[in-house]
Each structure stands twice: as structure tokens, then as C-alpha cells.
């Protein structure tokens, strides 16, 4: 079928129809648009508040480029044109009846378009006087889209007809076979998407894998190093304790020892007991002193004690009178040296205290073998 119509075939005469919906439409909307937008700028400029009520006033213009938009792509899909390799055969009547089917949206859209325009204008300014009356003024450019969108649907109709009466069942093949490929390339997209989120939920997983056997391993080494340093300081203070009831021990031990000493000497027989006492009166007597022996050692040494003074003092070949009061001192044991602004205690435990850091070296020695510890 190659006949044609003022030397076109079908196939462009159909084109055109699409290509005149959408001239005319769109050119219809720019000029309406251009109105409105004029009139909406001023006010705007004026009042900026108002650019929200004026906004639908500007865009109404717009809806005829929509319609012409619509009617070429129905022109393309209703009669096999979309996909070149499957175009079906159209008669030049057949394609110059779909390019006049075309034409209501053609004119009515570019009129309208400027005279809708021209109608937003002046429903603008009403909204700039009066901007409650905004929903009011939206009816006017309203009523002109109505004779715009009876175009629409006239031309949708008669497309229809023609594809009906002209049995273009390519038209519904070649939609078919776009819908296929649309689902062939939608399925090829979510494979190579599910694939591409597989191997980053992968990745993802690999990641936090590592992350969390970084984290884990962090964890136990900081958990051990808290360990060992809480067992270090366990340790360190049972050491210290450990060292303190040690030397508390081993100081009870040799206070003890010097205790037992102390009670050693008391308890010697009454003669070397007394000569004791009397060696270490002679060597603290000065001219004028007075013995005193203690309340617990009278019968005991009372009698000895004179005796054993003046036989250390042959010893220590010094002469020295010594009297001894009949009055007992004020301690249990030993003897007190008194004298002019002098009073010397001489007993066990005095002679113990008198040496006693040198006894409790040796009792350590004796005891422990370690003095420099036992006296720490």
C-alpha cells in the first residue's frame, strides 16, 4: 500500500497529527503562561506573600502543552509507530484521517492556552485586591480549560475509531511487544539489582565479620589486661599483707623474747639476782645517793643487796658508801637509785629497755636469721 496524499503516505500524515497536537499546544501554554506569569511577577514584587494563591493562577495555562503531549504519544502507541522495525502499513486516507482526528487539540489548545493566559492574568489582580477571594478566582481560567479538555477527549475518541475501524492490530502487537521489552529490561534491571545488593549485603556481612572479630578480639585482650592487672594489685596487697602480719608475728615473737628475758632476770637466785642490782647501782651511784629496793624483791633481797653492792665496788675497785632506805621503792621488782635531783630506776625491765634494740637484733638473728627484717 503505497499510495499517497499530496505526496505523503500514511505514516507522516499520522506523525503530523501528533506533531501539530503538541505545536499548538505547547505553544498555546507558552503564551498563556507568559501572561499570567507577567501579571503573578508584579504582584509578587509587590507582595511576596502572595506568590502561594497566585501559583495555581500562573500554572493553568500549562495543562494544554500536557494535552498535546498526550494526543501525540496516544498517535505513536494506538497505531504501531513507537518501535521503527515493526511500523505497520498506513494508507494515506488512513494517516491523513488521524492527523485531522489531531487537530481539535491542535487549535483549541493553542487558543485556550493564550486565552486562559489572558483570564489567570485578570483573576491575579483580583487575588491581589482581594487574596481571600483566591478560590473564587480560580473559576474563571476554569471555565476556558473546559473547552480545552472537550478537545482532548474528542481527539482521544476519534483515535480510537480509526484505530477500530481501520483494524491496526499491529498497533496492539507492537504495544505488546513494548510491554515485553519493558519487562525483559525491568527484569534484567532487578536481576543485575538483586545481584549487585547480594554482593553488597555479602561485602556488608564480610565486614562485619571482621569488625566484630576485631572487636571481639579488642574486648578479650582489654578484658585480659583488666584481669591481670586486678590480679596484680590481688596480689601486691596479699603480699602486703601477707608482710605485715609477717612482721607483726615475728615483733610479737621477740616482745615476747624480751619479755621472757625481763623475767629471767627477776626470777635468777636471790645472790646473783642481788649482785645484778648491786653492779649496776655502783655504776650509777654518785656521793650522796640512796638505794631503795622494790616492794616485791624485800624479803628477798633485802639483806643480800648491801653485801653484793659493797663486793661490786671491791670489783670495780671504787669506794663508795650506799645507803639503803628501810622504806620499799614504788615498783615491784629491782631497785631505785636517789639522789639530789636524781632518781634512777634499776631493774630487769629497765636493763632490757636499756639494751633493747641491741637484744632484739639478736633475738631476730636467733629467731629468723634475717635482723635488717625482723627489725623493718
Request: include cysteine.
Amino acid at each position: 500500500m503505497n499510495e499517497t496524499m499530496w505526496g505523503l503516505t500514511g505514516v507522516p500524515w499520522a506523525i503530523a497529527g501528533g506533531v501539530f497536537a503538541i505545536i499548538g499546544g505547547g505553544i498555546g501554554s507558552a503564551i498563556g503562561l507568559s501572561s499570567s506569569s507577567n501579571m503573578a511577577a508584579g504582584i509578587v514584587t509587590e507582595d511576596g506573600e502572595k506568590f502561594g494563591r497566585l501559583l495555581p493562577l500562573v500554572a493553568m495555562p500549562s495543562t494544554q502543552g500536557i494535552y498535546g503531549f498526550i494526543t501525540a504519544i496516544l498517535v505513536l502507541i494506538l497505531f504501531g509507530l513507537l518501535l521503527p522495525e515493526s511500523v505497520p502499513e498506513i494508507g494515506a486516507e488512513e494517516g491523513f484521517s488521524i492527523m485531522l482526528a489531531c487537530l481539535p487539540v491542535a487549535f483549541v489548545g493553542l487558543f485556550s492556552g493564550i486565552y486562559q493566559g489572558l483570564t489567570s492574568a485578570g483573576a491575579a489582580g483580583m487575588v491581589a485586591r482581594r487574596s481571600e477571594d483566591a478560590g473564587k478566582a480560580l473559576i474563571f481560567p476554569a471555565l476556558v480549560e473546559t473547552y480545552a479538555v472537550f478537545a482532548l477527549i474528542t481527539t482521544v475518541l476519534i483515535l480510537l475509531s480509526l484505530q477500530s475501524a481501520y483494524g491496526f492490530s499491529g498497533a496492539r502487537v507492537a504495544l505488546a511487544d513494548i510491554i515485553r521489552r519493558i519487562e525483559d529490561d525491568a527484569e534484567h534491571e532487578a536481576r543485575v539489582a538483586i545481584s549487585d545488593a547480594e554482593a553488597r549485603a555479602a561485602a556488608l556481612v564480610a565486614d562485619a565479620l571482621v569488625e566484630s572479630e576485631a572487636l571481639t578480639e579488642r574486648v578479650r585482650s582489654e578484658a585480659e589486661r583488666a584481669a591481670d592487672h586486678d590480679t596484680e594489685k590481688l596480689m601486691a596487697t596479699a603480699r602486703l599483707r601477707a608482710r605485715d602480719r609477717t612482721l607483726e608475728a615475728r615483733h610479737e615473737l621477740v616482745h615476747r623474747v624480751l619479755e621472757r628475758a625481763e623475767r629471767t632476770i627477776v626470777e635468777q637466785p636471790g645472790e646473783e639476782y642481788a649482785r645484778v642490782l648491786a653492779d649496776r647501782l655502783v655504776a650509777m651511784a654518785r656521793g650522796g645517793a640512796a638505794g631503795r629496793g622494790g616492794a616485791a624483791d624485800a624479803v628477798r633481797s633485802a639483806s643480800l643487796l648491801p653485801d653484793a653492792v659493797r663486793a661490786a665496788a671491791r670489783d670495780r675497785g671504787v669506794e663508795i658508801e650506799l645507803a639503803f632506805a628501810d622504806e620499799p621503792a614504788r615498783l615491784a621488782h629491782g631497785a631505785v637509785l636517789e639522789g639530789e635531783r636524781m632518781s634512777v630506776e634499776i631493774s630487769g625491765a629497765a636493763l632490757v629497755e636499756e639494751r633493747r634494740e641491741e637484744l632484739r637484733g639478736h633475738a631476730a638473728a636467733v629467731l629468723f636469721g634475717d635482723v635488717e627484717d625482723a627489725e623493718a
